[in-house]
């Protein structure tokens, strides 16, 4: 990831938001990278906000606007809660994920769905513009995806959902953190922007990252590593 393109997009994106009244946070290495050393981390491949389900319903309807500024739009489908998990917004090679959350019982909560089987292909579909293909087989994959439309792409994932569902192909991944950390946001310094972040940002990350968050680390892997995971 470029960092002054994801310097760019950001502040794209940001002002976005804001224009739109939505409440939204830095979040999970994109905080982790703020907090650490105030820049992303060099390895990571994408930008991630926190939001609300409430303001993404809210914001649905004029998230066309940012295709007219040369932004492409993935939305990461869970079958089972029938909602949306993510919204990616893709430019310029630089990829900002939008991560939703629910309340539930006075917790933040957040699904994932990944195939035990078929997790690279729905990887793909729901992400053809990620750049961190490395195979030629992967790397094909990932063209025709692109040339495949917001609908048919999530009809393909669904269809993979329902094959891994009845099969046991799957696992899905719940996280959750207390509501507390979205609700009492605070500011940081980030690029030369003030950006929310959750309250008491230093537990946060000892949640998610552990309390040796402070020393990067390559080999974390979110889908095992979170320490948000149910």
Same mark, same amino acid.
């Given at each position: 990831m470029d960092e002054r393109q $994801?310097?760019?997009?950001?502040?794209?994106?940001?002002?976005?938001?804001?224009?739109?009244? *939505?409440?939204?946070?830095?979040? =999970?290495?994109?905080?982790?990278? $703020?907090?650490?050393?105030?820049?992303?981390?060099?390895?990571?491949?994408?930008?991630?906000?926190?939001?609300?389900?409430?303001?993404?319903?809210?914001? $649905?309807?004029?998230?066309?606007?940012?295709?007219?500024?040369? =932004?492409?739009?993935?939305?990461? =489908?869970?079958?089972?809660?029938?909602?949306?998990? *993510?919204?990616?917004?893709?430019?310029?090679?630089?990829?900002?994920?939008?991560?939703? =959350?629910?309340?539930?019982?006075?917790?933040? *909560?957040?699904?994932?769905?990944?195939?035990?089987?078929?997790?690279?292909?729905?990887?793909?579909?729901?992400?053809?513009?990620?750049t961190e293909k490395n195979t030629l087989l992967t790397s094909l994959v990932s063209l025709c995806a692109q040339r495949l439309s917001n609908k048919m792409r999530k009809r393909l994932i669904s269809m993979l959902q329902y094959v891994s569902l009845h099969m046991g192909w799957y696992k899905e991944i719940i996280l959750s953190v207390p509501c507390d950390y979205f609700i009492n946001l605070e500011k940081m310094n980030f690029y030369h922007m003030s950006f929310n972040v959750p309250s008491n940002y230093k537990k946060y990350l000892t949640i998610r990252y552990g309390k040796q968050w402070r020393i990067p680390n390559k080999d974390y892997v979110h889908l095992t590593d979170d320490g948000a995971i149910q």
């Open positions: $994801a310097i760019e997009v950001l502040q794209e994106v940001k002002t976005f938001l804001e224009n739109h009244d *939505v409440t939204f946070w830095l979040d =999970y290495g994109t905080l982790l990278g $703020a907090a650490r050393n105030g820049k992303f981390i060099p390895w990571d491949h994408d930008i991630d906000i926190g939001i609300w389900k409430n303001d993404v319903d809210t914001l $649905a309807p004029s998230l066309k606007e940012l295709e007219t500024k040369g =932004y492409s739009l993935h939305f990461n =489908y869970h079958l089972q809660s029938h909602e949306y998990t *993510v919204v990616a917004l893709h430019k310029n090679d630089v990829c900002i994920g939008l991560n939703i =959350y629910t309340e539930q019982n006075n917790n933040a *909560v957040t699904k994932w769905f990944t195939h035990i089987r078929l997790g690279q292909l729905q990887t793909i579909l729901q992400d053809p513009h990620n």
